[in-house]
């Protein structure tokens, strides 16, 4: 008899770390291995947030804290939302937690019941399906694709819905995808929502500030919608510090003291020392995340360019985040030598052991017939990877 619970036994492991790991553990066996499957900047904190964290350690900065984060810290982010998107929130409506994963989980914890209905449009991130199913939950996925820059239509949405569903979850700009809904495109899913008031949106924007000229709009900006949606952000990917573990939510109070209950009964206040840090990210210089960002949108150009040259590939034009997410179709069913590449599955790990490059396959994502690679890596990497990627693909038979 297994004494491991049910509720682990259901959850399937991170499809993205796995392949990370699989990557690592053939570099330690001597191959070389360009990893492309990992969401992380390759850029360093910028000095001035590494400068307050010595700070707050060496100011003795290292006692409990409150459970939703420090008073400070939470202005920072009520302000932050008032100058990007100009939403007005109270510093009682933040709640800081270990990462984004965290504070999308708590969300999840505190507001889904057995058998309520989450709408997740497909390509979505790999943990959202999990996250729900430890509430409890269901998934109802709805399917897009490139032709649709994979984004969920309004029709799609109010079909949808049906009287068991809690929540909508977006993610724009996307992971996997980079896509970004448009405010027309907000409007008019909003639209939907309006008609189904038991309705929440969980609106993942760990993303918002690595975009391409396409602005940033939330879903809580359109009318009626800012007491319906919770907002989740971090300071993992626009400031380059996904090790210091920082997220944080913006919620209806109602919802934000559920979280903080849940989060008090579970792992309290986060790292002092990062919510140190992360005051001097929000309310210092953001010139290093513009840089950051720039740089992105040089190496976006550079490998839409070459994905575009391989045969068979289908690639859209992300607008934000630091994803390709090409269809693969054209290569699956073809050979590598005597075993067929049936699936994405296959082909993510056909590029890994015969291209040593780390892919994901879109099927991790609810997207079969595509694969995931993260062009946050350097130029040079970059080039090497898609020639890598090219030559495995023109060996397929």
């Known amino acids: 008899m297994s004494q491991i619970s049910d509720r ?17 553990d053939l570099q330690a066996q001597g191959f070389d291995i360009i990893n ?14 590494k400068e307050a964290a010595i700070k707050a350690i060496q100011n003795n900065q290292t006692h409990y804290p409150p459970v939703p984060g420090y008073p400070e810290l939470r202005k920072a982010i009520v302000a932050r939302m008032k100058n990007a998107l100009g939403l007005d929130y109270k510093p009682e409506q933040v709640v800081v937690s270990a990462g984004g994963k ?8 505190a507001t889904i019941n057995r058998g309520d209905e989450v709408v997740l449009p497909a390509p979505y991130w790999v943990t959202y399906t999990e996250q729900v199913k430890l509430a409890e939950g269901k998934s109802v996925i709805v399917k897009t694709g490139i032709e649709q820059d994979f984004k969920m239509t309004a029709a799609q949405l109010e079909a949808a819905i ?46 918002d500030m690595i975009s391409y000229g396409q602005k940033h709009v939330s879903m809580a900006q359109m009318d009626g919608m800012q007491d319906r949606t919770i907002v989740a952000n971090g300071m993992s990917k626009g400031y380059a510090m996904t090790g210091w573990r920082m997220g944080y939510i913006c919620a209806p109070l109602d919802i934000a003291k559920a979280v903080n209950k849940l989060q008090g009964q579970m792992t309290s206040g986060i ?13 210092g210089s953001d010139e290093p995340s513009r840089k950051m960002t720039a740089e992105f949108k040089k190496r976006r150009d550079i490998v839409k360019a070459l994905l ?3 045969p068979g590939l289908k690639v859209n034009l992300p ?39 780390a892919t994901v396959a879109g099927s991790a994502f609810g997207a079969e017939g595509y694969i995931r690679l993260s062009y946050a890596t350097s130029e040079e990497k970059l080039r090497e990877a898609i020639r890598r990627i090219a030559e495995a693909l023109a060996n397929l038979k």
């Open 8 to 24: 682990l036994l259901s959850l399937s492991e991170s499809a993205t770390l796995a392949m990370t790991q699989k990557s690592r």
């Open 36 to 49: 492309l499957s990992i969401g992380e900047p390759d850029f360093n904190t910028p000095e001035h947030v």
């Open 102 to 109: 965290h504070s999308l989980v708590n969300v999840i914890l």
């Open 162 to 207: 049906t009287d068991k569903t809690r929540m909508l979850i977006l993610c724009s700009p996307s992971n996997p995808t980079g896509s970004m809904y448009s405010r027309e495109e907000l409007e008019s899913l909003a639209a939907v929502l309006r008609k189904h008031p038991q309705v929440l949106v969980l609106s993942d924007e760990i993303y």
């Open 271 to 283: 790292s002092t020392i990062t919510q140190a840090a992360s005051i001097a990210a929000l309310t």
């Open 308 to 310: 575009d040259a391989i």
């Open 319 to 357: 607008a934000g985040a630091f994803y390709f997410f090409p269809n693969v179709e054209a290569f699956l069913g073809k050979k590598a030598g005597d075993k067929v590449i049936a699936n994405s599955s296959d082909l993510a790990m056909y590029l890994l052991t015969e291209g040593h490059v």
